[in-house]
Structures are given as structure tokens and as C-alpha cells.
């Protein structure tokens, strides 16, 4: 593999030469202890030195492959502690991504273009990642606008956990008629002859939407791996190294995870995955924890493919849901009895868990049960366990989370589903949903993700700036300035509380020696771009265990190749995933003084021709001939 060349490194013959060295950079390690460096040497896989450029030139080899930063932002790869993402690699390449479209319009030219190269009996689906609130347009796709550009292709447009579009070609095709009943929590909207018009509500709960997604077409054999392998490149593109998987509905242990086990026993994972276990069939949630208790334990694996516990459900019962365009759903009185059990084999077998838990109410409840047993001495019991999401959670509960040793995993599905939250509870309410200063002020661990693929989108970088900023998609404000937090604490979020989050705060999340190789070089510094412009950034290159992983620009041709994207028909082969947006205009000042650099540096290159002869010195006087009069 080669390599860019740069001068004044030697290679040495050495024993222990770096595999990999990165220089010439502005390195943010994460480390208190040295904040800042210049250069970082790599060998197997483990960082072995961190610094300048003299530090790390004794470590050069002939093998070493040497990439000069340019001066770039360099990072501690980014872990999305809340990703669906062994999920999210199954169906990959067979999704229309509208990730990052500014505008309706572009999105329905990208389904015309797709369904008409789609073979038939496959779907054109849009899973997830966008919202309405980010088109000019500011609306969802009509059922007569799907039936235009897709007259005879099924097309299935979700929008977050709230409804989802149908053409009338995937209405056919997903079997509903005027005689289908509506499923429990879920509505088929109908017209007035009775028959359904192409539009379905999660009423509140999303599993009609969900079931329905699930009778379309799935990948076969390699094309599974291939699928998975190009989701986590596209995920390496933004800079990710790590992901914890939250499991969630309709990825069933253990088929669904043998792809990501397979490619983990062949070296190919390009990103770490720490896996949590979701019981799937109500009714049957304890059994399920049961046999899987027998089978496994916590931090299983190596340092690719872990076990983390279970979650994010531990029973169905005590699930709620998180529309925001519906009232919050009342739990059945007595979902504790079955919970209360659940929980207590989980700590008596050294199990940890993750739950999700969207409202107070909810998380009030759970709480009163882990008290209970911690006063039997049962809980936490030296387990890891955390809440997810926890939009409305109050200051009451989060002191009860801080004393039972809990943490926080927080995301932002506001960036996508703060307007409908603002309707509902008001800008209020919203400007602490969640309240992550009151986490972070209780020195609790606090974890930042997306909850991508369905909800939000994967991109890590407009979780970060709605971290920073406040902001949804839509430029909405949500978070007053009390409750956001610096760009610093921010990446912390994405990075060193994620380790923690699976016991691997001392290995990684961090760049010092003896952590795991895993960094990124960055399209722009994190640290200086104007706020608007943190949610554009993405890697440039991206090195996992010391691998490249994914390379651009300059570094192209660098990374690891894979197998092309099949079928060969996939949206993803022809219009990527994630839609790069341009960055924001320069503002006027800023935009001046660069130009006043730029004419500074033009006239040192001119002062410096002269010096040497090149021009006469008469030059020196700036002339136009047009004015010669």
C-alpha cells in the first residue's frame, strides 16, 4: 500500500517500527494528561507513541506506511453508544437513503430514478434518517406524488415512529385491503369507499409500520456481508470506529447477528461492535433471557464483537413509546411483577442492561423496582446498566439513576422529531428533553448516539451539533445555552462515554499508548468550523485497530478494497448513502478577512520572485495595461 511521501523521515531498522504513523497534525487525544500532539506511531493495532514528529521518526520502518495529516483536526474515533447497526447492515444496500436531502423534490427525483431501474417483485423503500422538517418543502410525500413517479413499483416511505407512505403498487403488495383490520396501536388509514388510501399511523405504537417494512424482499447468503461490510464503511466515512448495538425489534438472536459474527471471524469488521440481546415475543421475554444466560456472558468476545447484556427491552410490557405526535401511552398497571423478574435473573447472572425509557412516568416506575431489589443487596450487583433516550426524565429520578450507580445514553431523535415534541409539550418542556446538563452535573456517565437507522440518521456529526447548538434539523431552536454543552464535552460524549459504557474506557476512546489505533482525520477542525458547519464534517481518513478503514481526498486509494455493492440494482450503487450538503456561507467579515490573507500572500510570493531576480524590482508597482492612457 503506498503511501504519501513526506521528507526528512528516515526509515530505520527496527524490531518494533510502526505500522502506521500519522504527523504534520493537530491531534486532540482526549487525554488530560497530554491534551495535544503533533504525530502518533501504530503497531499492531495499539497505539505505541504519542507526540511530535521526533518522537515518532525513531519508530519508522521500511514497512511503515507514513500519512501526513496536512495540518488536518485528528480525533479519537467516534463511538455511537445507541446505533441499530447489525440491523442496519442486513438492509443497507436495499434502502433509498434520504439522509441529508434538502429539499422533497430531490427526494422524489431519486424514487422515480430508482423505481424504474428496481427489478420486479423488490421495493423501493426509505427507511429512516430524514424528516420533514429539513425540506424546503417542509412536508411528507403524498400517496398521489408516490403512485406518479412509481406507477407499478412498491414504494414504502417511513417517517420516524409516525406513519409511513405506500404507493398504491407496495399496497398491493403488503396484502392490505378494505377487510384488513387495524392492528393493536396502529391505524390503515381509509377513505370513504373503505378502502385504505396508502397511509399508515402508528397509533401510538410503530409496529404497523415495522411489520409492514418486514414483507418486503430481504438479502440472501453474501449479499448479506456485502451489505454489511459497505454500511460500515459508509459509517467509517463519518469518522466512527465503535458502535454499541441496541438490539431492538425484529433482529432475532442468534440468525440475525451471524453475518456480523462471520465477518468478525474473518478479520473483515471495519468498525467495533458491542451487541446487546433484545427478547422479541411478548409472553416469552424471561425464557428468552434464560437460554440466553446459558449460551453467553457479558464481554464475550474480543475487542470487534462483544457482549454487552440485554436491552434495549427487557420485557414488552414495560416499553414505552415515543411518538411525539401522540399522547404519551399509558403502561399497563402491573407490567412490574414480570419486569421485577426479568431484572433480578439479569443480576443474579451478572448480566448487565440498557432500557429504553422515553418518559419520567416510565423511568419512576422501573426505578421503584431496581430500589427494591438493591435493598436485598441484588442491584446494580457490579453490573453496567443505563436508560436510553430519557427525554423527560426529572431531576428526582436522575438523583435516584446517580444513587443506584446508573448511566445515561442520550440521542438526538429531537433533531428530527422536535417540532411534533414542541406541539405537543411545548418549547417548555422541549428545552430540557433530554436534560443533559443535569446528567452531566450529577457525574453521571452520559453516552451519545443517533438511535439511527430508522429514526435518525447515522451521521454522528448532526448529533454533535445538535449537541452544541440546540438545534434540529429545521434550525429550530430546542436547547437554551444551559442546556447544551461545549464542542470538548460533546466529543467526550461520542467517545470516552461510550467506552465506558461497555467497560472499555481504559483501551479506548482516547489516543495515548497502549489504547486501541482508532482515529480520524477530519474534512474540517471540529474545534473551529462555525456551528452550522460541525453537522457537514465528515473523515477524511478513518484508522480502526490500526487499519485504514476508509480514505478521500488526498488519502484515496489508501483504505481497504471491498467487493462491489449487489445487487447490482441497489439505490446505494448509485446514489451512495448519507447526501453531503454543502457547507453555510461564509460571513461577510470572515469572508473578508480571508481575502485579506490571500492578497497578503500573494504579495510575499511576489516580493519573494523579486528577491531572487525572477521580476524586475519596477515590478513592484502593480500595473494594468488597460490604464496605460
Known amino acids: 500500500m503506498s503511501t504519501m511521501p513526506v521528507g526528512g523521515l528516515v526509515p530505520h531498522a527496527i524490531d518494533d517500527a510502526a505500522d502506521l504513523i500519522v504527523r504534520n497534525a493537530k491531534i486532540h487525544t482526549g487525554d488530560p494528561v497530554r491534551p495535544h500532539a503533533e504525530a502518533l506511531a501504530i503497531h499492531d493495532g495499539v497505539i505505541t507513541v504519542v507526540g511530535d514528529d521526533k518522537d515518532v521518526a525513531p519508530r519508522i520502518g521500511a514497512g511503515t506506511k507514513v500519512v501526513d495529516a496536512l495540518g488536518r483536526r485528528v480525533i479519537p474515533g467516534l463511538n455511537d453508544a445507541h446505533l441499530h447497526v447489525i440491523r442496519g447492515g442486513l438492509n443497507y444496500v436495499l434502502e433509498l437513503r434520504w439522509d441529508g436531502v434538502r429539499s422533497l423534490r430531490q427526494g422524489l427525483a431519486m424514487l422515480r430514478e430508482q423505481a424504474a431501474r428496481t427489478p420486479k417483485g423488490q421495493w423501493v423503500r426509505v427507511v429512516g434518517g430524514w424528516s420533514a422538517e429539513q425540506f424546503t418543502e417542509r412536508r411528507l410525500p403524498t400517496v398521489a406524488e408516490l403512485n406518479a413517479v412509481a406507477p407499478d413499483t412498491p414504494v414504502f416511505v417511513l417517517h420516524l415512529y409516525q406513519s409511513a407512505v405506500l404507493n398504491r403498487a407496495a399496497l398491493k403488495a403488503a396484502g392490505f385491503t378494505r377487510d384488513t383490520p387495524d392492528p393493536k396501536g396502529g391505524q390503515i388509514v381509509r377513505g370513504r369507499d373503505g378502502e385504505p388510501t396508502g397511509m399508515l399511523l402508528a397509533a401510538p405504537s410503530a409496529l404497523i409500520l415495522y411489520s409492514t417494512l418486514a414483507k418486503a424482499p430481504v438479502l440472501e447468503g453474501e449479499d448479506k456481508k456485502t451489505s454489511t461490510r459497505h454500511f460500515l464503511r459508509e459509517l467509517n466515512r463519518f469518522g466512527l470506529t465503535s458502535a454499541i448495538d441496541a438490539a431492538g425489534g425484529f433482529q432475532n438472536f442468534p440468525d440475525n447477528y451471524a453475518t456480523v459474527v462471520e465477518l468478525a471471524k474473518a478479520g473483515q469488521l471495519s468498525l467495533r461492535i458491542a451487541y446487546h440481546l433484545f427478547p422479541q415475543n411478548p409472553g416469552q421475554e424471561i425464557d428468552d433471557l434464560a437460554r440466553w444466560i446459558e449460551m453467553a456472558r457479558p464481554e464475550d468476545g474480543d475487542e470487534w464483537l ?15 413509546f415515543e411518538n411525539f405526535t401522540q399522547p404519551r401511552p399509558e403502561l399497563t398497571p402491573d407490567y412490574e411483577a414480570e419486569f421485577e423478574k426479568a431484572v433480578r435473573l439479569l443480576m443474579e447472572n451478572g448480566w448487565g442492561f440498557r432500557l429504553h425509557a422515553t418518559y419520567d412516568e416510565t423511568i419512576r416506575r422501573d426505578l421503584t423496582v431496581f430500589e427494591k431489589l438493591a435493598a436485598e443487596g441484588l442491584f446494580p450487583a457490579g453490573n453496567r446498566w443505563l436508560f436510553d433516550h430519557a427525554e423527560t426524565v426529572t431531576a428526582d429520578s436522575l438523583d435516584r439513576i446517580a444513587a443506584l450507580g446508573g448511566a445515561m445514553s442520550v440521542q438526538n431523535r429531537l433533531s428530527f422529531q422536535g417540532e411534533a415534541f414542541v406541539r405537543r409539550y411545548g418549547p417548555g418542556a422541549a428545552a430540557d428533553a433530554p436534560p443533559i446538563r443535569a446528567m452531566l452535573d450529577r457525574g453521571l456517565t452520559v453516552g451519545a448516539g443517533t438511535d439511527a437507522t430508522r429514526v435518525s440518521t447515522y451521521n454522528p456529526w448532526v448529533a454533535l451539533h445538535w449537541l452544541v447548538s440546540g438545534r434540529n434539523v429545521g434550525d429550530l431552536t430546542l436547547h437554551p445555552p444551559q442546556n447544551r454543552v461545549d464542542r470538548q464535552t460533546a466529543l467526550a460524549m461520542f467517545t470516552r462515554a461510550g467506552a465506558a459504557l461497555t467497560g472499555e474506557d481504559e483501551v479506548k476512546g ?29 473523515s477524511l481518513l478513518t484508522v480502526t485497530g490500526g487499519r485504514i478503514v476508509y480514505a478521500a481526498a488526498e488519502y484515496d486509494g489508501l483504505d481497504e478494497e471491498l467487493p462491489p455493492v449487489s445487487p447490482a440494482w441497489s439505490p446505494v450503487a448509485h446514489f451512495g448513502g448519507y447526501q453531503a450538503s454543502r457547507r453555510t456561507a461564509l460571513p461577510g467579515a470572515h469572508q473578508a478577512e480571508l481575502l485579506g490573507q490571500a492578497v497578503a500572500e500573494s504579495e510575499q510570493h511576489r516580493q519573494w520572485r523579486i528577491a531572487r531576480g525572477l521580476v524586475p524590482d519596477a515590478a513592484s508597482t502593480p500595473f494594468d495595461p488597460c490604464f496605460d492612457l
Do not use: K
Request: include cysteine; hydrophobic fraction near 50%; proline fraction near 5%.
Open 306 to 320: 462483544r457482549l454487552n447484556g440485554a436491552g434495549e427491552n427487557l420485557t414488552w410490557a414495560a416499553a414505552d
Open 510 to 538: 482516547v489516543l495515548r499508548p497502549g489504547c486501541y489505533a482508532d482515529l480520524a482525520v477530519l474534512s474540517e477542525d471540529y474545534f473551529a468550523v462555525a456551528e452550522p458547519d460541525i453537522a457537514h464534517i465528515e
